[in-house]
């Protein structure tokens, strides 16, 4: 069982910047790709970013040039770097562990929300 704790989410201006945190409390990164998702009011879940097990990352068009997904392996913690944020990247944000490629489940965080508002 691989639990996934995020954090980072909160009230932001438009223009402004925000790094969501994904905290997995154990080493998964050799064994899992990690994404980040989101999911506005009324509408699917999206794909914003993911990172895989080699490091090679890949990114919704609506977000490109301004989010930055990294992980630090020391800390077991993948981040979310939002940058140049606007009204329509306001939705709540899960991180996600897939585990498919090494034979492994997949698993969701709970979700941390980002309000984007002035």
């Not at 790094?19 to 154990?26: E, I, Q, T, W, Y």
């Not at 506005?40 to 989010?67: C, H």
Request: hydrophobic content about 30%; charged content about 15%; glycine content about 12%.
């Amino acid at each position: 069982q691989v639990q996934l704790l995020e954090s980072g989410g909160g009230l932001v201006q438009p223009g402004g910047s925000l790094r969501l945190s994904c905290a997995a409390g154990v080493p998964i990164f050799s064994l899992y790709t990690m994404g980040w998702y989101r999911q506005a009011p009324g509408k699917q879940r999206e794909l914003v970013a993911i990172i895989r097990t080699s490091g090679t990352t890949n990114y919704a068009d609506t977000v490109k040039g301004r989010f930055t997904i990294s992980r630090d392996n020391a800390k077991n913690t993948v981040y979310l770097q939002m940058n140049s944020l606007n009204s329509e990247d306001t939705a709540v944000y899960y991180c996600y562990a897939d585990g498919h490629a090494s034979g492994r489940g997949n698993y969701w965080g709970q979700g941390t929300q980002v309000t984007v508002s002035s």
